[in-house]
């Protein structure tokens, strides 16, 4: 395992990433229930970290991996945040349907 | 001395800052001494000014600072003290004095008593800074200050919308003639590059007569002259003004402001010497305004309006002065003048005092009895308009007519007619207010009574000084030695030598014009006396068929119908079509279009706000993705 690393370029890491990155675009755009929603962002906020570690060992610069706890803690508040934001729609709409979310318009 | 002659002015203004600041607050028995009291000082500075004149050398140019100084611009602020500008002085602030002592009576009842005073000071100011200044931007400032303070004073009783119309009409029209003066002053920086009288003076010399220059000069100065001295074509507001209080109309509308122009060219003797065709202007003008307005006055029955039309009659015999050359002679009559029509104004104002503010001649008569004192004060002032000698009015006139024979035959002889005419109106106002039966109503509450001493004194004053007004300038032809001439001579002296003299007249000649104006004098005044005390005519209104001329004179010649039908009409319509069209159409169509066109263009495109959030987030990222392409693009 620890022999295959290397022979893992910095291309199969951007291919994979941004494919990952696609996935939770795609997700966040087509589903309408909002945990999926919130899920798919968790994967688009993880294939940035993972590109960043990836950089990081490239470069040798551990300033990158450094920003990926950053943005961990950062997205671990915003998930708490996001999820109480859920419960409170359920409890308010009986509903995690984005759809029903359209009030506020012209 | 240079703090003596400035605070000459400065007392003035701070009388003005005093009342003006505590219009409210000050006592009116304050006020009383507070505004004649500065001017009283004032005159009694003048008079040590004119002393230390006469028996010490006293420089002329007092510079106080150095006010405009920019890019080679350099105007200096001082004053210039010399024969023309002390004699002034002692007329501003010696009328001025005994005028305000007449308005402590006059005005005793008037909630805006402070007021009054308060723009009366100002007054004195900016007319003590015109006669004082030692340039052509000095006299300027004087020049628009007089001129608020005849509008404030025209309209004081504001709550009379004419009143405010009349005061507005003096100032507009002011206001043609100023822009004329100011004109003057910038084409006299850009020929002279400076503006202090001996500077420009010294350099005009040697110009030669008839320049081009000096001619536009001379005459765009003169329009300013004849919209503040009320010359045809600018006079129609000074009849007007009599809308202001009676002792207004004696000080500015009479006595000082209007001779303003006056003073100018005097002033500016060389350069008018140097134009030939500007005094020709000038003579012709004043002329035709002396005849134009004494003949208006004779079919007046305002008692203030014919005095102001004899005012416009005087200033335009002045002019005619001045364009023959007779300079002194004009200041002469000037300063008579200033004494006389004064006295004249304030008896009227007695007059109008007694009945209650009623003005109209037709409803006067008989006040002989009732008011002996405003009786002697009026008849001295109207013989002396009228050229009775040996009273002051008469030397003065004599003196123009004089020179104006010297001059051309054909101005002494039109001359000749607006004396006759003067003597003629002036008369028929006293036969009018003061012979036969009191034709008003009577008002038992309030019965004719003598005005109060305060307002007799300052007649007792004037009427003295139109008595012996006089002997400042005997001619040398009654043996007299012409003091006021020498006096003002080296003021004169260059343009006297400029100026193509004809040969003065001879003592015979001169007796004999003498003779002939006063004979045709007394013929006239005789006149007037049978027909307006014996035939009792022009007291009621009579049903006969007029003559044509008589119905357009006394309609004033129907030049205020004129120039509102050329003027007033045009731009009113004018203004009522830029705001219908250019206002209200285009500016606020504009201004509104916008405010429309976002309200439309918000109206359609806010039903993209759906509210659905897949739909902002799929709009968000095709943003993005936009913005990325066009960066790989561009």
């Keep these: ?106 | 001395m240079t703090l003596l002659i400035t605070l000459i002015p400065l007392l003035p203004l701070l009388g003005f800052l005093i009342l003006g600041l505590g219009s409210r607050t000050v006592p009116k028995t304050w006020t009383a001494f507070i505004g004649p009291g500065t001017i009283l000082i004032s005159f009694i500075f003048s008079l040590i000014v004119i002393f230390n004149f006469h028996y010490f050398t006293l420089s002329p140019f007092h510079h106080l600072f150095s006010w405009i100084n920019f890019n080679g611009l350099s105007i200096s602020f001082g004053f210039l003290i010399d024969p023309l500008s002390i004699l002034m002085m002692l007329i501003v602030t010696g009328v001025g004095f005994i005028i305000h002592v007449y308005s402590i009576g006059y005005m005793k009842g008037d909630d805006g008593f402070n007021r009054f005073f308060s723009y009366m000071n100002l007054f004195i100011f900016f007319m003590l800074l015109l006669v004082m200044g030692a340039n052509y931007l000095v006299l300027f400032i004087g020049w628009e200050g007089v001129g608020l303070c005849s509008y404030l004073l025209i309209g004081f009783w504001f709550k009379n919308q004419d009143f405010n119309n009349a005061a507005k009409k003096a100032f507009i029209m002011n206001r043609i003639g100023d822009l004329g003066f100011l004109l003057g002053i910038f084409l006299i920086f850009t020929t002279f590059n400076t503006l202090n009288y001996p500077d420009i003076f010294s350099q005009a010399k040697n110009l030669p007569a008839g320049d081009g220059t000096i001619i536009a000069i001379t005459l765009l100065l003169l329009l300013g002259a004849f919209g503040k001295s009320a010359q045809i074509p600018l006079y129609t507001w000074l009849p007007d003004a009599m809308a202001g209080p009676t002792p207004v109309s004696a000080l500015i509308h009479a006595a000082t402001m209007v001779t303003a122009g006056v003073y100018m060219v005097a002033r500016s003797n060389i350069l008018y010497a140097l134009a030939p065709p500007t005094l020709a202007i000038m003579g012709i003008a004043g002329l035709l305004t002396s005849l134009f307005a004494a003949s208006i006055a004779i079919f007046q029955n305002d008692i203030k309006k014919i005095l102001a039309y004899s005012t416009i009659s005087q200033l335009g015999i002045m002019f005619t002065g001045l364009s023959v050359g007779a300079f002194t002679g004009a200041v002469f009559h000037l300063t008579t003048h200033a004494f006389f029509k004064a006295l004249l104004f304030l008896a009227a104002g007695s007059v109008i005092h007694a009945l209650g503010g009623e003005q109209d001649i037709r409803n006067m008569g008989g006040l002989k009895k009732t008011l002996p004192r405003t009786y002697g004060c009026f008849l001295i002032g109207a013989l002396t308009i009228a050229g009775i000698p040996p009273l002051a009015g008469f030397f003065s006139k004599d003196e123009i007519l004089v020179n104006a024979f010297a001059f051309n035959h054909v101005i002494w002889f039109f001359l000749f007619i607006a004396t006759l005419l003067t003597a003629f109106y002036m008369l028929r106002v006293l036969f009018l207010t003061f012979n036969g039966k009191f034709r008003g109503a009577a008002n038992p509450n309030d019965p004719l009574h003598e005005s109060p001493r305060i307002m007799i004194f300052p007649m007792i004053a004037l009427g003295l000084l139109s008595i012996l007004g006089g002997v400042i300038n005997l001619p040398e032809l009654s043996g007299g030695n012409a003091s006021l001439e020498k006096f003002l001579s080296p003021v004169f002296a260059a343009s006297k030598s400029i100026m193509q003299y004809k040969q003065p007249v001879s003592h015979s000649t001169g007796w004999i014009l003498t003779g002939i104006t006063l004979l045709g004098v007394l013929i006239i005044g005789y006149r007037a006396l049978i027909r307006y005390t014996v035939q009792q005519k022009g007291v009621f209104p009579d049903e006969t068929k007029k003559l044509f001329l008589v119905n357009l004179i006394s309609g004033k010649y129907y030049i205020d119908e004129l120039y509102d039908f050329l003027f007033v009409k045009p731009v009113l319509w004018l203004s009522g079509f830029l705001h219908r069209v250019v206002e209200i159409r285009l500016i606020d169509g504009i201004v509104n279009g916008f405010g429309n066109l976002v309200i439309r263009t918000g109206n359609t495109i806010r039903y993209l706000q759906t509210g659905n959030i897949g739909f902002y987030l799929l709009m968000m990222i095709l943003g993005i993705i936009l913005i990325l392409l066009f960066n790989v693009v561009i």
């Design chain 1, 1 to 106: 395992m620890i022999t295959l690393l290397p022979s893992i370029t910095i291309t199969d890491y951007l291919i994979f990433c941004s494919v990952l990155f696609c996935i939770g675009v795609i997700g966040v755009l087509i589903k309408r229930n909002v945990l999926t929603i919130l899920m798919s962002i968790e994967l688009m906020i993880n294939s940035i970290n993972l590109l960043l570690a990836a950089f990081s060992a490239y470069l040798n610069d551990p300033a990158g991996q450094i920003f990926v706890f950053f943005i961990m803690v950062v997205a671990a508040a915003e998930v708490a945040i996001g999820l109480a934001i859920v419960v409170l729609i359920y409890r308010t709409t009986h509903s995690i349907d984005i759809e029903v979310l359209n009030k506020l318009k012209w």
